[in-house]
């Protein structure tokens, strides 16, 4: 492993800068434009499915720790799994605050299945693995949140303050978890492949359940 190098730094520069556009207008979950009444459906619509992917994200740490070789990495992921665990309660204590049931999420089989493959992926390289997970999908859902805190000031505010101050600072966290991967382990042109490849199996996968997800946010909303 090498440590400051400015090719594979450029590299992860580059593939950021190609993540974010991805993202761009794809993030179909809140409709900024939509009536406050529907616009408030989608967003607890976001925290029940919050609590499911909360808690699918410890569980998805766990299985991935015994397969993280990487010491320096490795060392990283108990404070996430910590993290993702408490983000489930955080979100499960506010939902009920609100009178909802914070267990009603029930899965789609695309955001399952994203979860399950990701688990099933646990064996792919280090590099892979958290080019997916961290890098890719952490960023995108600090982003998300992002999002959904500027939408969510105007309509439930002590939400978005929860979001803002209690889940958010740890999820930019975990996706600078999945940054120091790539500066450590994608080194060599083939590395830099698989993990661009990664990052974009991953974002194919997130972008296909956050369709199926609006879709079924405004129907039962
Ligand atoms: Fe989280
Ligand atoms: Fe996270």
Redesign the pocket.
């Known amino acids: 492993m090498r440590r400051g190098d400015p090719d594979v730094e450029r590299f992860v520069k580059e593939l950021a800068g190609e993540n974010r556009a991805f993202w761009a207008s794809r993030d179909v979950r809140l409709d900024p434009d939509a009536p406050p009444e529907l616009l408030l459906a989608q967003i607890r619509y976001r925290m029940r499915q919050g609590v499911y992917n909360e808690l699918r994200?410890a569980e998805l740490i766990a299985a991935w720790i015994p397969y993280v070789r990487e010491r320096e990495l490795r060392d990283l992921l108990p404070r996430?799994l910590d993290?993702?665990q408490r983000h489930y309660q955080l979100l499960r204590k506010r939902l009920l605050e609100l009178g909802e049931a914070p267990d009603a999420y029930e899965a789609l089989p695309e955001w399952v299945d994203l979860f399950d493959w990701l688990v099933a992926c646990r064996s792919r390289p280090t590099l892979e693995k958290l080019a997916m997970f961290q890098f890719a999908g952490?960023t995108q859902?600090c982003e998300g949140f992002e999002t959904l805190i500027r939408l969510a000031e105007g309509l439930d505010a002590e939400t978005a303050h929860l979001y803002r101050t209690r889940i958010l600072p740890?999820?930019y966290r975990?996706a600078a978890i999945g940054r120091q991967a790539l500066l450590l382990l994608a080194d060599t042109p083939e590395a830099q492949r698989r993990a661009r490849d990664a990052c974009r199996e991953m974002n194919a996968r997130i972008f296909a359940a956050y369709r199926a997800h609006r879709t079924r946010a405004d129907r039962v909303s």
């Open positions: 994200s996430q993290d993702e952490e859902s740890d999820e975990h």
